[in-house]
């Protein structure tokens, strides 16, 4: 009689996934997800033919879980690209390991930070298309001046230099997109 598989491919994932978000992407190895799994590497080469497999499918889900953060996060600014910030920015400080991995890292397979950041809904699009109707003369002109500060002050996050309120933050982004 076989014996019974009891490390699925989702046990896998779930596994490499979670220590890429909280000890980051470089530690996940096979040895490592194997012992934090509570198996051998065996089961890891049955169900991905290499690392770079199951580096690729962490990015990805890596990507849907910023999308679901994003979708998630509460809008309580009233100007294009405030919320969009507000959003990316606590994602950067609360999800360092991740926000490392999908905007400042070069993964094999990756997509652009632009791509992640626009998602499958058009996140982006849809900030340029609201600042349009909102009578915004460059709406694209406005979005690269307004990534300019929240980009940077995502990174800013991640070394601790930055240390303004959510508050703060969002009278910045829209004072910034009514000054632009």
């Not at 909102?134 to 709406?139: K, L, R």
Request: aromatic content about 12%.
């Amino acid at each position: 009689m076989a014996r019974k598989e009891s490390i699925t491919v989702g046990d896998i994932l779930d596994t490499a996934f979670a220590m890429a978000r909280e000890e980051g992407f470089d530690n996940v190895t096979a040895r490592k997800v194997a012992a934090k799994a509570g198996c051998s590497t065996q089961p890891i080469f049955r169900v991905y033919r290499n690392m770079d497999e199951l580096w690729k499918a962490v990015y990805e889900k890596a990507v849907l879980f910023f999308q679901d953060y994003y979708d998630l996060f509460p809008r309580t600014g009233s100007k294009p690209f405030s919320n969009l910030g507000m959003a990316y920015i606590a994602f950067a400080r609360e999800e360092k390991h991740l926000f490392r991995l999908l905007f400042l890292s070069e993964p094999a397979g990756k997509k652009s930070l632009y791509e992640v950041l626009n998602g499958e809904k058009g996140n982006v699009l849809a900030e340029i298309n609201r600042a349009a109707a909102m009578g915004c003369g460059d709406p694209q002109g406005m979005f690269m001046r307004m990534w300019l500060f929240i980009h940077g002050a995502a990174c800013m996050s991640l070394t601790g230099d930055y240390d303004l309120s959510d508050a703060e933050t969002k009278q910045l982004l829209e004072q910034e997109y009514v000054n632009g």
